[in-house]
Antibody
Framework: QVQLQESGPGVVRPSETLSLTCTVS??????????CTWIRQLPDKSLEWIGY???????NYNPSLKSRLDISVDTSKNQFSLRLLSVTAADTAVYFC?????????????WGQGTRVTVSS | DIQMTQSPSSLSATVGDRVTITCRASQAIGNYLAWFQQKPGKAPKSLIYAASSLHTGVPSKFSGSGSGTDFTLTISSLQPEDFATYYC?????????FGQGTNLEIK
């Protein structure tokens, strides 16, 4: 069974870079056909899809974050990561990593437990 | 972006009840609709994908239907562990978008 675990700082200062990591266990982060995805839950409990890195290295980002966002993979650590530049208070959220299977049907089959990030000076 | 509108936003029900939650998309999304259950302090749990297919291990008391723009999640014979917040997600077009959630409470 695949398990995902987020890690990162609980607090980030405004204008700095948020870096989060999702460690994958029970499978390879580059297993074919999977979208390694980041989703966040804002303080009002709304959920926002951030973006993914596909098993072939392709990325797809939410246009609302695209100019500040980078998602990458570290195969040596079996992890994928999120970097969000120039954060503001609006980036305060619980960040989840998740894995979306591409076939035989698109579906989210694994989620991390989430990590809370507060943007504050 | 595709807007997903869930109704109701909150719902009170009794153990044993059957409830239905609706999700409406601002444009047709085929059957690219998923449902999730979330309990306080936990990650969302996948219940249904492709509008009506149950994830492995999800009890058959949960069922989904719909296509195009209108979708429903039905939960039969409510048990205490079913009281949670439920979200729909469209994954037909990027960016994926979620409904605002339905908080299912014990009456």
């Amino acid at each position: 069974q695949v398990q995902l675990q987020e890690s990162g700082p609980g607090v980030v200062r405004p204008s700095e870079t948020l870096s989060l990591t999702c460690t994958v266990s029970g499978d390879f982060v580059t297993t074919s056909g999977y979208y390694c995805t980041w989703i966040r839950q804002l303080p009002d409990k709304s959920l926002e899809w951030i973006g993914y890195i596909y098993s072939n290295g392709n990325t797809n980002y939410n246009p609302s974050l695209k100019s500040r966002l980078d998602i990458s993979v570290d195969t040596s650590k079996n992890q994928f990561s999120l970097r969000l530049l120039s954060v503001t208070a609006a980036d305060t959220a619980v960040y989840f990593c998740a894995r979306e299977a591409g076939y035989p049907a698109r579906r989210f089959d694994s989620w991390g437990q989430g990590t809370r990030v507060t943007v504050s000076s | 972006d595709i807007q997903m509108t869930q109704s109701p936003s909150s719902l009170s029900a009794t153990v044993g009840d059957r409830v239905t939650i609706t999700c409406r998309a601002s444009q047709a999304i085929g059957n690219y609709l998923a449902w999730f259950q979330q309990k306080p302090g936990k990650a969302p749990k996948s219940l249904i994908y492709a509008a009506s297919s149950l994830h492995t291990g999800v009890p058959s008391k949960f069922s989904g239907s719909g296509s195009g723009t209108d979708f429903t999640l039905t939960i039969s014979s409510l048990q205490p562990e079913d009281f949670a917040t439920y979200y729909c997600l469209q994954y037909d077009r990027y960016p994926y978008t979620f409904g605002q959630g339905t908080n299912l409470e014990i009456k």
